[in-house]
């Protein structure tokens, strides 16, 4: 079984930074692709960033240049650096994690319970 435990989150006001961490554990046997979404209130559930197992990352255009995905391999952690937030950063923050687990045929989805993410002042 594989869990994902983020945390981070938080209140924060405009042009602040916050850093949402996610960490996969359980019986996984590779680690393909981390990703955080984001969903507001009355909206769809968005990709924010993605990093592959290569290394490869991946911007939602709202947030390039402020937002910065990295990885830790050996602790099976995905994080999201978020600088110069803004209120319509505001969203529950999921993680995702495209992984094998032990003794599985193929890849599956997961997903972390949600962090909500509050720019305001």
């Known amino acids: 079984q594989v869990q994902l435990v983020e945390s981070g989150g938080g209140l924060v006001q405009p042009g602040g930074s916050l850093r949402l961490s996610c960490t996969a554990s359980?019986?996984?046997?590779?680690?393909?692709?981390l990703g955080w979404y984001r969903q507001a209130p009355g909206k769809q559930r968005e990709l924010v960033a993605g990093?592959?197992?290569?290394?490869?990352?991946n911007y939602a255009d709202s947030v390039k240049g402020r937002f910065t995905i990295s990885r830790d391999n050996a602790k099976n952690t995905v994080y999201l650096r978020m600088n110069r937030l803004k209120p319509d950063d505001t969203a529950v923050y999921y993680c995702?994690?495209?992984?094998?687990?032990?003794?599985?045929?193929?890849?599956?989805?997961?997903w972390g319970q949600g962090t909500q993410v509050t720019v305001s002042s």
């Open positions: 995702n994690v495209n992984l094998l687990a032990s003794g599985a045929s193929s890849r599956a989805d997961y």
């Open positions: 359980g019986s996984i046997f590779s680690i393909h692709f």
């Open positions: 990093i592959t197992s290569g290394g490869a990352t």
